[in-house]
């Protein structure tokens, strides 16, 4: 079975400075693995994923993350924190189900403070 | 022009209770999901259909049942709601083989 540690429940940061947030997955096979933001009362948006290839990806807000089979991790970056990234980060990895359904699992998210 | 929309937005209920969330999507997509976040934000897939046929069914009480008119909706009713139920309620949706999944603003369900 699928499943997703998100270490650090609550993090803070000043603004400026960089962050990154843990996340390690298991999985019995190449992973499909994503992060997901959810800022208060708002629903889920897609920061980045990963499929395959290159293992560091890039996406939106300027956010990275890198993948490192090795370590089962899947950690976000961003090199300097805005105050409105404040919100609620979650990893996510990913199967596919009956051919057309995907099946995300999630952490148990990581709340970001960001302090001015 | 929302991708996923849900309705309604909030809904507070007494026990025992029937309740429907609404969902519609516009993205032309095959697939789509309904995930439950409990008070401590733990997200956790309940239904997923295809095309109006159901893909995925968790571990989820029979007072839940999804109905699939067509692929663009999926609604979710719950029979003889419990306190339990409290909950914010999301729906998304998918391409086939895309993988990737578009959420909806969440619905949040308080039961009294």
């Known amino acids: 079975a699928q499943s997703v540690t998100q270490p650090d429940i609550h993090i803070t940061v000043s603004e400026g400075a960089s962050l990154e947030l843990r996340c390690n997955y298991s999985?019995?096979?190449?992973?499909?693995l994503f992060w997901y933001v959810q800022s208060p009362g708002q629903g889920l948006q897609l920061l980045l994923k990963?499929?395959?290839?290159?293992?560091l990806v890039q996406g939106i807000k300027g956010f990275e993350a890198e993948f490192k089979r090795s370590q089962s991790s899947f950690n976000l970056r961003k090199p300097s924190v805005h105050w409105s990234d404040a919100a609620e980060y979650f990893c996510?990895?990913?199967?596919?189900?009956?051919?057309?359904?995907?099946?995300?699992?999630f952490g148990t998210g990581t709340r970001l403070q960001v302090t001015l | 022009d929302t991708a996923v929309s849900q309705t309604p937005k909030y809904l507070v209920t007494q026990m025992g209770n029937d309740k429907s969330i609404k969902c519609e999507q516009n993205?032309?997509?095959?697939?789509m999901y309904w995930y439950k976040q409990d008070s401590k934000k733990f997200l956790k897939i309940m239904f997923s259909?295809?095309?109006?046929?159901?893909?995925i069914n968790e571990t989820v009480p029979n007072r839940f049942s999804p109905k699939s008119p067509d692929k663009a909706h999926l609604n979710l009713h719950i029979n003889s709601l419990e306190l339990g139920d409290s909950a914010v309620y999301f729906c998304?949706?998918?391409?086939?083989?895309?993988?990737?999944?578009?959420f909806g603003a969440g619905s949040r369900l308080t039961v009294l």
């Open positions: 259909y295809n095309n109006k046929e159901l893909i």
């Open positions: 993205l032309g997509h095959d697939t």
């Open positions: 996510a990895v990913g199967r596919r189900e009956g051919g057309t359904a995907s099946k995300l699992t």
């Open positions: 990963y499929f395959s290839g290159d293992t």
């Open positions: 998304a949706s998918s391409l086939v083989g895309a993988n990737v999944l578009t």
């Open positions: 999985y019995g096979a190449t992973p499909y």
